[in-house]
C-alpha cells in the first residue's frame, strides 16, 4: 500500500490550498483517515480525521477553515484549507489505517503519504 500525497505550495495569509491523499495497492478496506502537520523540531500533530462511517474531527486551530474529505471509490482523502495563516506552515502528511484480507484473516496496519510542503506568507 501507497499513499502519495500532492497540493502543497507557497501562499499569502487568507489564501486557500487544496491537498491530496491517493491510495495504491491491494487492500480490503480503508479506515480512519488522517492529515498530519510537523515543523522542525516538533512532533507530528493530528490535523483533521476522516473515519470510514463518515465522521469528522479536527484540532481546535483549524476548526472553521479546513475541511476533511475522501472518496473511498477513488481511494483518495483531500484537505481543504482556507484562511489559512502563517502558524499552519508544516509539512503536512497523509496518514491511512488499512485493512488487508489474507483468506479469513484481517490486518490493520497504518501507513503514511511522504509528506508535503505548505507554506503561508504573513
Known amino acids: 500500500v501507497q499513499l502519495q500525497a500532492s497540493g502543497g505550495g507557497l501562499v499569502q495569509g487568507g489564501g486557500s490550498l487544496r491537498l491530496s491523499c491517493a491510495a495504491s495497492?491491494?487492500?480490503?478496506?480503508?479506515?480512519?483517515m488522517n492529515w498530519y502537520r510537523q515543523v522542525p523540531g516538533k512532533q507530528r500533530d493530528l490535523v483533521a480525521t476522516?473515519?470510514?462511517?463518515?465522521?469528522?474531527n479536527y484540532a481546535d486551530s483549524v476548526k472553521g477553515r479546513f475541511t476533511i474529505s475522501r472518496d473511498d471509490a477513488k481511494k483518495m482523502v483531500s484537505l481543504q484549507m482556507n484562511n489559512l495563516k502563517p502558524g499552519d506552515t508544516g509539512v503536512y502528511y497523509c496518514?491511512?489505517?488499512?485493512?488487508?484480507?489474507?483468506?479469513?484473516?484481517?490486518?490493520?496496519?497504518?501507513?503514511w503519504g511522504q509528506g508535503t510542503q505548505v507554506t503561508v506568507s504573513s
Open positions: 476522516s473515519t470510514r462511517g463518515g465522521s469528522t
Open positions: 495497492g491491494s487492500f480490503y478496506a480503508i479506515n480512519d
Open positions: 496518514n491511512a489505517a488499512v485493512t488487508s484480507r489474507s483468506g479469513s484473516s484481517y490486518l490493520t496496519r497504518n501507513y
